[in-house]
């Protein structure tokens, strides 16, 4: 939760939170520092009369549109700790006199969000016009006396001595002494983290002094909140509504707004602790296999050195290829198995910070300073939900290595020995050879057309042997489409659907049934269709030459075409009613799993 609480300014921990019209929030002394300055604008006359500098010339700078500001037009001199950059308040007008100050000669302001970029101009009030996050205030108060009450949990002392560091991986909280003593910065520590001790959990929403005092109406300050404006988002007073201020807009309690957000927050949150669970159990999985990867990769090696000690000295030379082979292997899955636990542990601790603010927030008991960040903190939240699609959670490579070294050749093929193909092969689309009308995305791995015609893309790879499996999920399907799934050679026909030449053999399907087609003959009528959501597998078997489909994890019909020989490519034709993502490197179905390579 602690990156929720840090200034992006700073990135320290807020002091004085205001929040700007783009719901971020920024520290209100480093406000000031990136308030910019706009030359030749009218300044208002309050301005000119107040005149002065340093931190008060901070806070008065003067009002002009929105439109009128622009998105700041300046050039930045220094470099927050945040990697945000940030202008240096510029000298106040020369003099302390309305007479130094002419009227219409002084400059405006403006304000550029830090994390989003859009500007806001100043009122006559300056930077005290902007909302004071009084929620933000005291959940970072909580947070620093919660993280300043941590314990030591290795101490023999009674009581244990405050904990000055956590370690991310041992997920133990140390003392200095004990930090020295038993985790030190060497060895097999030498690459765990070490944060500062984590927050414990709050107590009640109370400031330091006691109660919170009622916050009261920015233009009357001896009136409190009783209303909120559903047209500007804000609260407001009585007198503010008997002045007229909001006399079309649509005022609601500030009680039963308040309620009704906090319901909307809390239910959207539901969805993300339950993604959280998920990742949790996920990222164990994840671990698992790092495990079995190592293990099965350590297996193969052996068995592949083994195979070739027994052959002729002819084949040392080539040995030495084929290791590096099955390195490289392992250090792929690795790497890839890596990069989606790094992902994982990412999404799940942003998903964490952000659900553990929320909830922080829910606890308040301020109304008003609740609705003024409940909208932005619920879009955050289903974003934030949106962000864990189907797929996220699942692994990308197994732990399986399919490698069968072929030992049978005659000494003079010794010089072509190789792997035979591997059965577990990782491909994209190609957009180098895709018609023209096909739409390719997400690192060429989801495809849609531009036409409403049917369109023709490959994938990357090219089979000759072996046994492959890949699937394709079905991202969007409107109106009934007939996408083909299946395989091709690299000269067919692109600007039709799949299977309609001789270079094709396609299974093409709406959303009640399936036909198989290849030279434009229609076979193998099957009921049963594809909708949003649905997957499509295709299995390539090139050493019983042959090709099935399946839907949803169920084979869709027959094997659908026999005696298929040659170099096959992956293929797909569709047009822009459907979208679909492609998932490879996947195991076969069990039904045709070929046998390990057996130990000697």
């Known amino acids: ?162 904990a000055a560091v956590a370690c991310e991986q041992c997920e133990v909280l140390y003392c200095a002494a004990c930090q020295l003593k038993c985790h030190p910065t060497r060895g097999p520590f030498a690459k765990h983290r070490l944060l500062p001790p984590p927050s414990l959990p709050g107590g009640p929403g109370k400031a330091a002094g006691g109660a919170r005092k009622l916050p009261t109406c920015a233009d009357h300050e001896l009136e409190n909140y009783s209303m909120y404006c559903v047209s500007c988002a804000t609260p407001v007073c009585y007198q503010c509504l008997e002045e007229g201020k909001h006399g079309q807009h ?28 998920e990742a949790k159990e996920f990222l164990g999985q994840l671990k698992n296999i790092l495990q079995q990867i190592q293990e099965n990769g350590l297996d193969y090696e052996a068995c592949l050195v083994a195979q070739c000690d027994a052959l002729v000295d002819a084949l040392t030379r080539q040995k030495a290829k084929l290791l590096t082979k099955v390195t490289k292997e392992r250090e792929h899955k690795l790497k890839v198995v890596w990069d989606q636990i790094n992902h994982c542990t990412l999404k799940l601790r942003q998903s964490t910070g952000l659900m553990e603010y929320c909830l922080e927030v829910i ?110 999920h079905v991202d969007r399907y409107d109106n009934h489409p007939d996408p083909a799934f299946g395989i091709a050679r690299i000269n067919v026909v692109k600007d039709m659907m799949l299977g309609k030449d001789d270079k094709a053999w396609a299974m093409y399907v709406d959303n009640n049934r399936s036909w198989f087609m290849h030279c434009n003959s229609h076979t193998s009528r099957t009921e049963g269709g594809v909708s949003k959501g649905a997957t499509v597998g295709v299995l390539l078997d090139l050493n019983k030459h042959s090709l099935t489909f399946y839907i949803n994890g169920q084979q869709q019909g027959p094997s659908a075409f026999e005696n298929v020989e040659g170099v096959f490519m992956p293929a797909l034709s569709l047009n822009r009613n459907v979208q679909v993502t492609l998932h490879t490197g996947l195991e076969v179905p069990q039904s045709v799993r070929q046998p390990k390579l057996p130990s000697n």
């Open 250 to 277: 649509q005022v609601k309690a500030l009680g039963a707004m308040w309620k009704q957000h906090k319901t909307q927050l809390s239910q959207a949150l539901n969805g993300v602790s339950d993604k959280a669970k």
């Open 1 to 162: 939760m602690e990156e929720e609480l840090k200034c992006p300014v700073c990135g320290s921990l807020f002091r004085e939170p205001i929040i700007l019209p783009c719901s971020h929030n920024v520290c209100l002394p480093c406000a000031r520092t990136i308030a910019v300055q706009t030359p030749e604008r009218e300044q208002p006359e309050a301005e000119c009369a107040a005149g002065g500098g340093g931190g008060e010339h901070a806070d008065k700078l003067s009002l002009h549109s929105e439109s009128d500001s622009g998105y700041g037009s300046y050039t930045p001199s220094l470099k927050s700790p945040n990697g945000v950059r940030v202008l240096p308040l510029g000298p106040a007008p020369s003099g302390s006199s309305s007479a130094a100050l002419p009227r219409g000669a002084g400059p405006s302001s403006s304000l550029t969000c830090p994390q989003c970029h859009r500007s806001a101009s100043l009122d006559p009030r300056g930077l005290r016009g902007f909302p004071r996050n009084r929620l933000l205030e005291a959940i970072v108060q909580r947070y620093q006396q919660g993280r300043a009450a941590a314990k030591c949990q290795l101490c023999d002392r009674s009581p244990p001595e405050p």
């Open 363 to 472: 606890k308040e008991n301020d109304p008003s300073g609740f609705l003024q960040i409940s909208d932005a903190l619920i879009k955050r939240v289903q974003v934030s939900q949106e962000q864990w699609v189907k797929g996220a959670l699942e692994p990308k490579v197994s732990a399986e290595f399919d490698l069968t070294l072929d030992s049978e050749p005659l000494l003079q093929s010794i010089h072509q020995l190789d792997f035979i193909q591997m059965k577990l092969a990782w491909f994209t689309f190609d957009p180098s050879s895709a018609h023209r009308d096909i739409v390719l995305s997400n690192d060429n791995q989801t495809a849609t057309c531009s036409s409403y015609d049917d369109r023709v893309v490959l994938g990357t790879a090219a089979f000759s042997k072996g046994v492959h499996y890949w699937e394709l």
